[in-house]
């Protein structure tokens, strides 16, 4: 089953352009990009019809329901909260009839995600579940199903499902949006050879990993759609190579965290979105003058790869592709940094200590 790699782990990164394809294969028409859910048993008029949209999942899956909410903003206008699935549970959540609710999951069966759909459902909030594994608990709970398709997902960290999440995601705002779908639709189908690209980062990400395997402490920060990256990389890190890493958005920075960046820490930012360049780099510009390395993800093109390598220590240049689909692709060196780190540092990639990969207890 592993084929050629050593992990699911990594079998599962490279094959993250092949699943992105399965999750658009017959929701983007490839001639003229309309994006169609019909699938679902819902429909534009009523996905629109919502006043109030609230996201819930647990871990990754909460992630991306970070990236999500940006997306579904956007696209709707309407107000979109993301929540834990645990917090969201005990926190006496405003949902009522006129709020979707929208579970992600990869398994369908984790207790803290269901737990939050059946108090959603009490409180009668309809849901909508986007989920991996079909026929899971999840999927046979909700109103509304979107399959991810990422096929199965052995290791533990989770990464073709946290991709194919939010691909269904920008399908699903695509489609809830009154214009503008097509161009998404045909900025998606992009995407798995920009991924196929992006992949090729693989060497240099391996060699960055070396670097930074032996430390204690690693700081992610990035802005808006690259602040959600920064947690799933932080998290990815943390959860198979157990060097503690935190996430910031870059303008808490200054509000405390500040006092930690010492010589010698490696932070990375992610800065890939050209409306918030000045202001990270800004950022990467204070970390250094109090002696940080700094490792930065950016365009490879400028504007942006002009302004940010010369401030980086070390830059990973993503492939070039429209600006909505950068922070995707971002995600695959910071899975391939986890990866490589949690190896040179010895550690059961695929089996992280304490964790399973499906949580069925609360
Ligand atoms: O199966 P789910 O997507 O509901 O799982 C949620 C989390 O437990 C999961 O994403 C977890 O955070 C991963 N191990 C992270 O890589």
């Not at 399959?147 to 990464?159: C, F, H, I, L, N």
Request: charged content about 20%; proline content about 6%; some cysteine.
């Amino acid at each position: 089953e592993l084929g050629p790699y050593p992990h699911f782990m990594a079998k599962e990164i490279f094959e993250q352009p092949q699943a992105v394809r399965q999750a658009l294969a017959g929701r983007v028409e490839p001639g003229s990009g309309r994006v169609d859910l019909g699938e679902t048993g819902l429909d534009p008029a009523t996905l629109r019809s919502f006043q109030r949209y609230a996201i819930v999942a647990c871990g990754t899956a909460w992630h991306a329901g970070l990236v999500g909410r940006h997306l579904l903003q956007r696209a709707t206008g309407r107000p979109v909260s993301v929540e834990v699935a645990s917090e969201f549970r005990y926190g006496d959540p405003m949902v009522d009839a006129g709020t979707l609710t929208v579970a992600i999951s990869q398994s369908g069966e984790t207790a803290d995600t269901l737990a939050a759909v059946r108090e959603a459902r009490r409180r009668g909030s309809p849901v909508l579940a986007i989920v991996n594994v079909e026929g899971s608990s999840l999927s046979r709970e909700a109103d509304w199903v979107l399959y991810t398709r990422a096929g199965p997902e052995v290791a533990v960290a989770s990464t073709k499902a946290y991709l194919t999440q939010v691909v269904a995601l920008h399908l699903l705002a695509a489609w809830a949006a009154p214009t503008g779908a097509e161009a998404t639709g045909l900025q998606l189908l992009q995407l798995p050879s920009r991924l196929e690209a992006t992949l090729g980062l693989d060497p240099a990400v391996q060699e960055l990993a070396r670097e930074l395997a032996g430390s204690e402490h690693l700081f992610y920060v990035g802005r808006g759609l690259d602040y959600a990256v920064a947690l799933e990389a932080a998290l990815k890190i943390k959860e198979i190579s157990y060097v503690h890493a935190e996430a910031y958005a870059a303008g808490e920075l200054k509000h405390g965290t500040l006092a930690l960046i010492e010589p010698g820490r490696w932070v990375v930012a992610l800065a890939t979105q050209r409306a918030l360049l000045a202001k990270t780099a800004g950022n990467v510009a204070e970390v250094r003058a109090r002696g940080a390395q700094v490792v930065v993800v950016g365009p490879g093109a400028s504007p942006g790869r002009a302004e940010l390598e010369p401030m980086a220590d070390r830059y990973l240049p993503l492939p070039e592709a429209p600006e909505p689909l950068l922070p995707v692709l971002a995600v695959v060196p910071m899975q391939l940094l986890a990866y490589h780190a949690a190896r040179a540092r010895g550690c059961d990639v695929d089996r992280p200590r304490n964790l399973a990969k499906s949580v069925t207890v609360e």
